[in-house]
């Protein structure tokens, strides 16, 4: 257990703490942290936390935070990581709410010696109901949060392979003001992409 990512947002900093699922706590001093709510999966999900945060608005008066995990050696037969949406409303009765997950059927890589599949990391500013979501082998994803109890994928974009052929393993995710999304990957570079709906 151990912290592996904290994202500061208002007085809370909201931190995924790996196979102890998420913490909230009070960042307005924070020479004396204190912690506000937490979550941790069940024992039956193997994938880390990497991310947690709110989403900035409110939806139907309820407040939802978005948890993705972190995929690392995949065991056959077992979960991939993924994406939590959980209801934060009492962050001293944290519950999740609804997961997203990818098939295996998305990626022609998978299974691959050395080729991560799962969830990894999202963009870092939830300003609105859509998720955008680096899939190591599966891409870019795009959910929207509309309905925070049915995320809905409305846009994918997978990379080719590199150079030498090897898979694209999509790393983080950005938007610029434009609307423009950078894709990195942590083998081949850099995707500038636009999105049509």
């Known amino acids: 257990h151990r912290l592996h990512h904290a994202v500061r947002w208002g007085d809370g900093l909201w931190a995924g703490v790996w196979h102890a699922g998420c913490r909230v706590l009070d960042a307005r001093d924070l020479s004396k942290p204190a912690v506000l709510g937490s979550y941790v999966w069940p024992k039956a999900i193997p994938e880390p936390t990497h991310t947690v945060m709110p989403l900035e608005q409110r939806i139907g008066g309820r407040r939802y935070a978005v948890a993705i995990d972190e995929e690392h050696d995949h065991q056959p037969g077992r979960l991939h990581g993924f994406l939590w949406v959980l209801d934060v409303t009492d962050l001293g009765n944290i519950e999740a709410v609804a997961a997203w997950d990818l098939s295996e059927r998305a990626s022609p890589w998978v299974g691959e010696p050395g080729v991560r599949f799962g969830a990894h990391q999202y963009r870092e500013k939830l300003d609105s109901t859509l998720i955008y979501a680096a899939w190591f082998a599966g891409g ?58």
Do not use: C, K, T
Not at 143 to 149: C, E, I, K, N, V
Not at 175 to 194: H, P, Q, T
């Open 140 to 197: 870019l994803r795009v959910l929207d949060l509309a309905d925070p109890l049915q995320p809905v994928e409305v846009a994918h974009y997978i990379p080719p392979p590199g150079p030498d052929g090897a898979a694209p393993q999509s790393n983080d995710v950005d938007v610029d003001e434009n609307g423009l999304i950078y894709l990195l990957d942590r083998n081949n570079g850099l995707d500038i992409l636009e999105m049509r709906l």
